[in-house]
T-cell receptor
């Protein structure tokens, strides 16, 4: 079974600085997808960034970027120029089956932004 | 685009009764819908996967007779919690995938908070 591990229950960063959230996963599949989701207090799941495993290039979305290390099964999220609105729970997630499978989530990292 | 709604957003029911939660894809046809459960300060756990017109596939440990899932159309899936007990109190979230730019990307509903008294 696939597993996703987030080893940082909580992270704190000063506003405008950069923070990196860690995620590792375990799978025997060769084709899969990885995601970072943000869950603010409203509890609405918001997609931050996606990465297809077959792509070597790391995904970027404005201030958000990932460091995808396929051999190491690592998928970290870097948030640059942190903003107060970035404060939330962040979940790393995985799926395979051509993307038609349900997501396996990590336990989450609570990100605190210090003004 | 790609909006998923859930109804109700909050529901309180008495122990032993049943409650139905609806999940709708508003602007796309959902080939597959998923149901997740989230306990307070915990992660999301996949409960089941449903495809339109076929029986849902439940994850190990999820009671299919307690959590009835019906995916009657390409835009609607329902989760019925039967004979609810206080331990069924939780936050239930649905998601959907369709023939989008990224067909593997799940779009999430806003969730339903169920409280069983």
């Amino acid at each position: 079974a696939q597993t996703v591990t987030q080893s940082q229950p909580e992270m704190s960063v000063q506003e405008a600085e950069t923070v990196t959230l860690s995620c590792t996963y375990d799978t025997s599949e060769s084709d899969y997808y990885l995601f970072w989701y943000k869950q603010p207090p409203s509890r609405q799941m918001i997609l931050v960034i996606r990465q297809e495993a077959y792509k070597q290039q790391n995904a970027t979305e404005n201030r958000f970027s990932v460091n995808f290390q396929k051999a190491a099964k690592s998928f970290s999220l870097k948030i640059s120029d942190s903003q107060l609105g970035d404060a939330a729970m962040y979940f790393c997630a995985y799926n395979s089956g051509g993307g038609a499978d349900g997501l396996t989530f990590g336990k989450g990292t609570h990100l605190i932004i210090q003004p | 685009g790609a909006v998923v709604s859930q109804h109700p957003s909050r529901v309180i029911c008495k122990s032993g009764t049943s409650v139905k939660i609806e999940c709708r894809s508003l602007d796309f046809q959902a080939t597959t819908m998923f149901w997740y459960r989230q306990f307070p300060k915990k992660s999301l756990m996949l409960m089941a996967t449903s495809n339109e017109g076929s029986k849902a596939t439940y994850e190990q440990g999820v009671e299919k007779d307690k959590f009835l899932i019906n995916h009657a159309s390409l835009t609607l899936s329902t989760l019925t919690v039967t004979s609810a007990h206080p331990e069924d109190s939780s936050f239930y979230i649905c998601s959907a995938i369709g023939q989008m730019v990224y067909p593997y990307e799940q779009y999430f509903g806003p969730g339903t908070r169920l409280t069983v008294t």
